[in-house]
């Protein structure tokens, strides 16, 4: 009998493979490192683990971020780094930013109640922005679930906000958290977009 056992080298794999297969059951993925060494190759199972998002309420050092974020998401509509960070440092809105492994990964930003609409229970989602490197990764959803809970706490009952009628992946991401469409604007945004208003009740 050789040192590899009964069956050779060929019975080590089979023994490695379903020893894996036990370990980390069936239907499970994950990314490899390969490390080379005099005896083959050795796999190492690479750390899959993801940041958590966390949220906090934006203060004026963040005004930057704010501007920086808004001029890579938003400038095709207009001159919105300027238009909301001078929002943002009012008294007129609440601004909530979301944070992954401690770097700042986007932010929502409302107006208080009453600033705006004659509803003194109502609010306008003013902007919501995620790091394009970071998009798709559920950050959104996040800004939206911090903001509904947010109109929840300070007693609004409605929820309005405009988006481009051509950003399709926005309108499903409010659709997705309860709001429905109300009316077209024409030309509403600076550059001369159209803009689909929506709301949502609270209560």
Known sequence: MSIHGRFGKYGDNKRITRLRQARIGPGHSQSKVVIRT???AVFRKKSSRKGRVRMRE??????????????????????YD???SRWFLTDLTLTFLAALERRPAGFAMVSRP???????????????AVEPVRQRCGIGDLLMKEIMNKAAVINVDKVFLHTALENLPAQGLFKRHGFV??????????EG???LMMYRDIF
């Open 181 to 190: 469409p109300i009316e077209v604007k024409k030309g509403f945004y600076p």
């Open 38 to 40: 005099e005896k083959g």
């Open 114 to 128: 009453a600033y705006k609409w004659y509803l003194p229970s109502a609010c306008e989602l003013l902007a919501i």
């Open 82 to 84: 300027e238009i909301l």
């Open 193 to 195: 977009q159209d803009a």
């Open 58 to 79: 934006a203060g004026a050092s963040d005004v930057d971020y704010i501007r920086i974020l808004s001029r890579k998401v938003f400038i095709r509509y207009g001159p």
